[in-house]
């Protein structure tokens, strides 16, 4: 069964950093390309960032692209999302999600998230 | 202000039909499948219509999907109180530097 487990949300100051991670089961991460996707208070989904299964293309929306690194490691089979210079609009629930082969493949299992709550 | 729109808001009595659309552009939903997820707080977003008819395993067969142009639709036959939440679309966007777009959300009410 495809699990998909984040964990690293906390309250935290603007300015601040932070690193999500997401632990994969059932499947082989460097399989498939792997998404975050974020839901603030009251607002709908925002996609914010993909990594191909082969890391060789990364790709990031505007609101986050210079401030948000996503990396992965295959042997811990975990995907990750480093936060940098928080702002008070990353304040969200933050869901991994595991994409298709190619890019532009599915997003077909997501985690329950984790939330980020960024405030002074 | 997503660049794929949905209404804000559906509604319909159990067995009715309704019907959800997704609207956007010819970089978009005009040249990619579009794919369809339901949301309830506190679960995991669930895939419900993907490759913009296909429905997964354990969908049941009232849930239909179609595309047509830059619009596309998800419709649910014989609602039930069950369906009710969040409902997403989202596409593949060939001309924009993040390429992954969601629409704005649905929500569905069973009344």
């Known amino acids: 069964e495809v699990l998909l487990v984040e964990s690293g949300g906390v309250v935290i100051q603007p300015g601040g950093s932070l690193r999500l991670s997401c632990a994969a089961s059932?499947?082989?991460?460097?399989?498939?390309?792997m998404h975050w996707v974020r839901q603030g208070p009251v607002k709908g989904l925002e996609w914010i960032s993909l990594?191909?299964?082969?890391?060789?293309?990364?790709f990031y929306a505007d609101s986050v692209r210079g401030r948000f690194t996503i990396s992965r490691d295959n042997s811990k089979n975990s995907l990750y999302l480093q936060m940098n210079s928080l702002r008070v609009e990353d304040t969200a629930l933050y869901y991994c999600?595991?994409?298709?082969?190619?890019?532009?493949?599915?997003?077909?299992?997501w985690g329950q998230g984790t939330l980020v709550t960024v405030s002074s | 202000q997503s660049v794929v729109s949905q209404p804000p808001s559906a509604s319909g009595t159990p067995g009715q039909r309704v019907t959800i659309s997704c609207s956007g552009t010819s970089s978009n939903i005009g040249s990619n499948y579009v794919n369809w997820y339901k949301l309830l707080p506190g679960t995991a977003p669930k895939l419900v219509i993907h490759s913009d008819y296909q429905r997964p395993s354990g969908v049941p067969d009232r849930f239909s999907g179609s595309r047509s142009g830059t619009s596309a639709s998800l419709a649910i036959s014989g609602l039930q109180s069950e369906d009710e939440g969040d409902y997403y679309c989202a596409v593949w966007d060939d001309s924009l530097t993040g390429p992954w777009v969601f629409g704005g959300g649905t929500k569905l009410t069973v009344l």
């Open positions: 990594m191909s299964r082969d890391g060789d293309m990364i």
């Open positions: 999600a595991k994409g298709g082969e190619g890019v532009s493949g599915v997003i077909d299992r």
């Open positions: 059932g499947f082989t991460l460097p399989d498939y390309s």
